[in-house]
């Protein structure tokens, strides 16, 4: 008998690219690498492929160099790195654990604002949370009185995208924000106001949930803002670890960190080494490693199948740790980019071995 399978759950464009060996940021090689230590064989399928009557699936394997079609059960562990917003798409994620079938990562698309409720639970936590309320024009103005610089972002979106920053200024306010919510967008707009609320961002309030938060005091590299994309996931033992920990710097033209919005990728090491000798890095890392772990542990009792996410976590000139949002589909290919070949890769390895303590029946 062979190796079992275990799922991959992917969306179409890389479901698509896969015989073409076009599988732009994901490295599923190293999904095979790690199949073959572990003694198990990665399948990649998107939510369609499944027949719900009969839980057969229709999925790319590898067989050599190629990837070939192959109709098999539906595997009993699955990964998803899909990425599903109706509801239609959870319901029959539900139907598949319902008979069965281990799903972790089930939903991957969490409301930032859900994020925070659920960690302001833990006393230990809320004090690295920053000032956060649903985006109504009263919260608007309440955060306005108190803070002097405030980040307005999109409850559902990623890699920065519809992002806006509003800062006060002598004369009142100014609301710096992108032109579209698109990721290669490019032009960024501004205009100053005093009492009344710019009607482009009333506008925007009214077209879909945003959340305001208190601007973090984030420490700098090279004069510019710079936060942490910390990959913590569950591995071979089932407990959650540390893969990595990538910084991302901010352009000089713009406030995000994102590395689709013009960021760029260090190291912490590097970033500690230049601007902050004072710190002690052994006590920085372990602090961050701490508490981001304490963030997953205590997002997994509140959230079904949590394994594998992506914290961005910024910290101040003294080291303490800041959060600024977890996300359930890590793109981790920042740490290629920072040329942190280990931990990109281990990023891989760390769900194949879960996949194979949860297929041991642990």
């Known amino acids: 008998m062979g190796n079992p399978y275990v799922g991959i759950l992917i969306n179409d464009s890389l479901f698509e690219g896969i015989p073409k060996g076009k599988t732009k940021y994901e490295a599923i090689h190293y999904y095979s690498e790690a199949g073959k230590e572990f003694g198990i064989v990665p399948c990649y399928f998107r939510i369609h492929d499944v027949k719900l009557d009969t839980l057969k699936v229709n999925a790319y394997v590898q067989h050599g160099d190629r990837y070939i079609l192959t109709w098999m059960d539906l595997p009993k562990v699955i990964h998803n790195r899909a990425i599903y917003l109706d509801h239609m798409s959870y319901q029959q994620l539900e139907s598949w654990t319902k008979r069965g079938i281990i ?38 103005k309440t955060m306005m009185d108190a803070y002097d610089s405030l980040i307005i972002k999109p409850t559902n979106s990623s ?103 013009g960021g760029e990728v260090r190291t912490l090491s590097e970033i500690l080494a230049a601007e902050y000798p004072m710190l002690d890095p052994t006590i920085v890392y372990q602090q961050i490693s701490d508490f981001s772990l304490r963030v997953a542990n205590h997002l997994c009792k509140e959230l079904p199948q949590l394994a594998d996410i992506g914290l961005d976590i910024g910290i101040t000139k003294d080291g303490f740790p800041l959060f600024i949002e977890c996300n359930g589909k890590d793109q981790r290919y920042s740490f290629r980019e920072a040329n942190m070949r280990n931990e990109w890769k281990s990023t891989y390895y760390n769900p194949i071995a879960y996949a194979k303590y949860l297929l041991n029946g642990s």
């Open 103 to 140: 799903l972790f990562n089930r939903w991957n698309r969490y409301s930032k604002l859900l994020i925070h409720q659920l960690l302001m639970k833990d006393e230990f936590l809320r004090p690295h949370l920053p000032g956060t309320y649903p985006a109504t024009l009263n919260n608007l």
């Open 159 to 261: 890699v920065g995208r519809g992002v806006m920053k509003m800062d006060r200024i002598q004369t009142g306010w100014k609301l710096i924000y992108p032109q579209s919510m698109k990721i290669s967008n490019k032009i960024w707009r501004s205009v100053q106001f005093n009492h009344k609320l710019p009607l482009v961002l009333q506008k925007k309030l009214r077209s879909r949930a945003y959340m305001i938060q208190q601007r973090l005091p984030l420490a700098t590299f090279d004069g510019r803002p710079f936060d942490l994309r910390i990959s913590v996931q569950r591995g071979a033992g089932g407990e959650w670890g540390i893969t990595g920990i990538v910084a991302k710097v901010a352009s000089r033209k713009l406030f995000l960190t994102n590395v689709a919005q």
